[in-house]
């Protein structure tokens, strides 16, 4: 693991945009995997003033993004679907036929194998944006006994529900979603984590110095050979 500190998260996003547009440069056609949530979204704006100043291009990237919710339409606002477009998708010139999301509706061993397939079909990811759970949750897998390998429907903790219940004003935060499993994540070629704000700084302070467990998922990480954490001085004051 590699751990850097910014002053803030502009400084982050630039980072970790910038890792992203240069990989994009040198391989037009690659394998992003992208997170929904506050923390990448400075990096979602950094990518797109690249591209309007010509910089980049995402028209031949093929996308996964790590999780949705369940009973939601894909559609409604408050779904992961409707988040991506909004702050990034639809903002670059990514084409949509090569964006990949699981869905939260389907049966979930069918889906967990559809997506398994898909993510090895285009030869794997080889960058995976992350955040993480104030428990130390990443993508949706929560807090367990054991690490999970492909995609799966959880059910979300209180913790995480208290968390991203602030998103949903007209109608109740669902209780399952699909996520990407531990397993996928790990094989990511790369992996960019990003974590901002006191309210991390625990799971952080876990996640690098604590004891790889299934009780902080996020600790997994210690273990892949290109993982590079970025947080701010409240994220990471616990180190
Ligand atoms: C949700 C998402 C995670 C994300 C987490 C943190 O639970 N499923 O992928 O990392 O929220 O979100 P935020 O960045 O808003 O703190």
Redesign the pocket.
């Known amino acids: 693991m590699e751990v850097r500190i910014f002053k803030n998260d502009l400084e982050i996003g630039e980072a970790a945009g910038k890792i992203i547009c240069d990989f994009v440069n040198s391989k037009p056609d690659c394998v992003l995997g992208f997170?929904?949530?506050?923390?990448?979204v400075p990096t979602y704006n950094y990518i797109t003033e690249q591209y309007n100043s010509g910089k980049v291009s995402f028209k031949n990237v093929t996308t996964f993004n790590?999780?949705e919710y369940c009973d939601l339409p894909r559609d409604h606002k408050n779904s992961?679907w409707t988040f991506m477009f909004e702050n990034l998708f639809s903002r670059v010139d990514v084409d949509p036929a090569k964006v990949n999301f699981l869905d939260g509706n389907a049966d979930e061993k069918a889906e967990s194998a559809r997506y398994a397939e898909a993510i090895k079909s285009k030869g794997g990811i080889d960058i995976q944006i992350?955040?993480?759970?104030?428990n130390g949750?990443?993508?949706?897998n929560e807090p367990s006994d054991k690490f999970t390998d492909e995609a799966w429907r959880v059910t979300l903790t209180q913790s995480?529900i208290d968390?991203?219940s602030i998103y949903f004003d007209d109608i109740p935060i669902p209780h399952y979603?699909m996520?990407m499993g531990i397993g996928s994540i790990m094989r990511s070629k790369k992996i960019i984590l990003?974590?901002?704000?006191a309210?991390?700084a625990e799971a952080v302070k876990e996640m690098i110095n604590g004891p790889v467990t299934p009780g902080c998922p996020a600790s997994i990480l210690q273990q892949h050979a290109d993982t590079v954490i970025l947080l701010d001085e409240a994220a990471a004051s616990l180190l």
């Open positions: 997170a929904t949530g506050a923390s990448p790590l999780d992961y992350l955040g993480i759970g104030r949750h990443i993508a949706f995480t968390a991203n979603a996520t990003i974590a901002t704000g309210s991390k």
